[in-house]
């Protein structure tokens, strides 16, 4: 039986896995140190982003964006919707807020079901909440082109599937360090984002061990690329 949205629910009502789940992804040269997480997430400046499930025929998908090549963070990288707080906003509405305006999910639409443990970045010194969200029915999506170059909408089960997580090397300082990431489609999913994805599933994992093995064959992974969906934002 695959995964439906009484499963995420029970799941959010499990304990998280926290940083033993963000290190199932974590970069080699990022330890995951809970003092260090501890004293940064004190002062740290605060971001969110919304990991949003929702349902193509009988399977759970969510959707990544690939930023784009000419941005000055991150170009070309691989991430969640999300981006910084404004004001006295909640968690919940900075990471509806922000997906709304990246790729156009009206908020209003999203049923909030939880949040997973934010993710402190020492060299930036932001910490990124991770809010789980659901729509009924898959979004009408309304990508802003000024951000994103392509909707990388990925089933689920392929997360969870333990062939997707790859291990590269990259070096750093003159030293080479293993990098785990997820290998979806032609991209890489590493970083912050993989981190957040990993405890995710790692929830999923320990709180439905039988409906989390990934099926003989995955739901195919769409994507969309911001120029193809022109009419929806003109």
């Not at 993710?119 to 898959?138: D, K, L, M, N, R």
Request: net charge neutral; aromatic share 8%.
């Amino acid at each position: 039986m695959p995964l439906i949205l009484e499963h995420i629910r029970f799941a959010f009502s499990q304990p998280r896995p926290g940083l033993r789940g963000q290190q199932l992804m974590a970069p080699g040269y990022r330890p995951l140190d809970p003092k260090t997480y501890e004293e940064g997430s004190k002062t740290c400046r605060r971001a969110a982003v919304l990991l949003l499930l929702y349902p193509r025929g009988n399977h759970l998908y969510t959707v990544l964006t690939k930023r784009r090549h000419d941005l000055p963070d991150h170009p070309g990288q691989i991430a969640l919707p999300g981006g910084s707080r404004d004001g006295q906003e909640t968690v919940a509405q900075t990471a509806l807020r922000e997906a709304e305006e990246e790729v156009g999910v009206h908020a209003a639409d999203v049923e909030v079901l939880g949040r997973l443990t934010h993710i402190y970045i020492p060299p930036s010194h932001f910490c990124i909440q991770i809010v789980v969200g659901y729509t009924p029915a898959p979004p009408l999506w309304r990508p802003n082109p000024a951000e994103v170059e392509t909707l990388v909408e990925t089933p689920i089960s392929l997360l969870l599937d333990p062939a997707t997580r790859q291990i590269m090397t990259v070096f750093r300082e003159g030293r080479a360090w293993t990098v785990p990431y997820f290998a979806i489609d032609k991209f890489k999913v590493w970083g912050a984002t993989a981190m957040a994805l990993g405890e995710f599933i790692t929830l999923l994992r320990e709180a439905c061990p039988q409906e989390s093995q990934p099926p003989p064959q995955h739901p195919p992974i769409l994507l969309r690329p911001v120029h193809a969906l022109a009419d929806n934002f003109q």
